[in-house]
């Protein structure tokens, strides 16, 4: 074993190979950290003194438990030992003063009695039942601490079940003689300097040569999550093509904008506990009403509009006609869908004054989070991303909804869509929208889309000509497809491998 600095590693490293050829530096310099080592081995490669290659394997180390009971014994032992050395048994008091260890004790008789190296005596002291042991433990975690491994695999696995040992990946490097072993090194030049050029040295000077294979120190930069990237492709998209993005930084909604704004009934199964997650505490809310000095909506007239339009019907609608609860409309829940930052955007709308003094053309998106009581599985997580784009305009129909979702979704490199007619409570007609898959060889749901009702629109104030569409998909589906992830689980939530965020490279939507 040898011993040398730092500094002088690569003098030692030419010393050890002059003896032994090759050698094994886990062997011959074992208390060196393997970057120094490296960092020695690349200095003599540079100059073809020698050659290595790394070997890495896995090493068993004992934990701190391990260490103390390699030293003194497995607690079953020492519970054992001083039984056999008390001639009229202990206590299990007494038996804590000898050990000196309450939690070795606890441990150490339930195995002992396991074992049959212990048994209960006349009034319940224990003594030892047996005349001699084999620690079994003990001489398995020596054998590790000195050979760094076990012949028998399944001991490895038991210890590291119970926690005594664990696994740790080990480099080493098995080092040969190089074409021009020396046992000096030679001075190197880097530079060629006007002194050289003047003296004439640089004829006979050796210069170190350049290494244009070094790939240089791990800076441990920051890495964008697949989904941010996805999203920051989404974003470019929807800022070409004229739309502003909403705020979305409300988490918490009250069921007027989740639900009731938007036209869904409070029998609705989506209000259900088992698909919305509602706040304890607080339970409810406020009514809706301005927020800043700039917000000039009319919230009461709303509020009643929203009222009457579920109960009696309004603007030629027969509405649901059941009695609509106050109660239930203030009930605050996590968001379902970012459809209520939509509805709440457009009612801003119907305050503003254009040119010909009507609510001007608007397009808006927003792409955030959203929450549903779902089943965790390989698809599902009670938590994802929703893209949603929102169009208001005079004169929109349904056959231009379809031809700007052609636009949006060619955008993305997803062509020969189609549409089927679908049912939402908020939109009429609704329509799902697919697109062919070509690895899955089938059609396959992309995003949900449709026309705004007139109850949802007109209660806001906003005029009868004016038509809105909406469409929306999950983030979440793209970003599996493009970077071939089967498990939404290995994409978002505490499972997720960190090399997977650093290692996958930027997307761009519009290449397949």
Known sequence: MATATTGDLPSSVL???????????????????????????????????????????????????????????????????????????????????????KNVVKVGQGKAFKSKWIAKGKEGRLVASADSIQDITREQLRIIQHKRTHPDLKVVTDLKKRKLIKMQKVTSFKVQKGP?????????????????LASGTWKTAAFKPYNFKSLGADQNAGALHPLNKVRHEFRQIFFEMGFEEMPTNRYVE?????????????????????????????????????????????????????????????????????????????????????????????????????????PPPARYFSIDRVFRNETVDATHLAEFHQVEGVIADYGLSLGGLMEFMEIFFNKMGIEDLRFKPAYNPYTEPSMEIFSFHKGLNKLVEIGNSGMFRPEMLESMGLPKDLRVFGWGLSLERPTMIKYKVNNIRELLGHKVDLSFIERNPAVRLEKT
Request: glycine content about 6%; charged content about 30%; hydrophobic content about 35%.
């Open 15 to 101: 010393q050890a190979l002059l003896q032994n050829d090759p050698i094994l530096t886990a062997e011959v310099f074992p208390s060196y950290k393997s970057t120094d080592v490296k960092g020695a081995l690349d200095r003599l490669a540079s100059r073809s003194m020698v050659t290595y290659e790394t070997i890495d394997r896995e090493e068993a180390v004992l934990e701190a438990e391990a260490l103390e009971i390699a030293a003194n014994g497995s607690h079953e032992a020492r519970v054992f030992e001083a039984l056999r050395n008390a001639m009229d048994g202990l206590t299990v008091s007494e038996l804590e003063k000898v050990v000196g260890d």
């Open 180 to 196: 021009k072993f020396a046992l000096e090194i030679m001075k190197e030049e880097t530079d060629l300097t006007a002194d050289m």
């Open 254 to 358: 009250t069921g007027f904008w989740n639900f009731d704004a938007l036209f869904v009934p409070q029998q609705h199964p989506a209000r259900d506990l088992q698909d919305t997650f509602y706040i304890s505490d607080p339970k409810t809310a406020d009514k809706p009403h301005t927020e800043d000095e700039n917000d000039k909506g009319d919230y009461e007239s709303y509020w009643k509009n929203v009222q009457e339009v579920h109960q009696d019907g309004k603007y030629g609608s027969i509405g649901y006609r059941y009695p609509w609860a106050e109660d239930e409309s203030l009930r605050l829940v996590l968001r379902t869908h970012t459809t209520a930052i939509s509805t709440a955007m457009l009612h801003k709308l119907a305050s503003q004054k254009g040119p010909d003094g009507r």
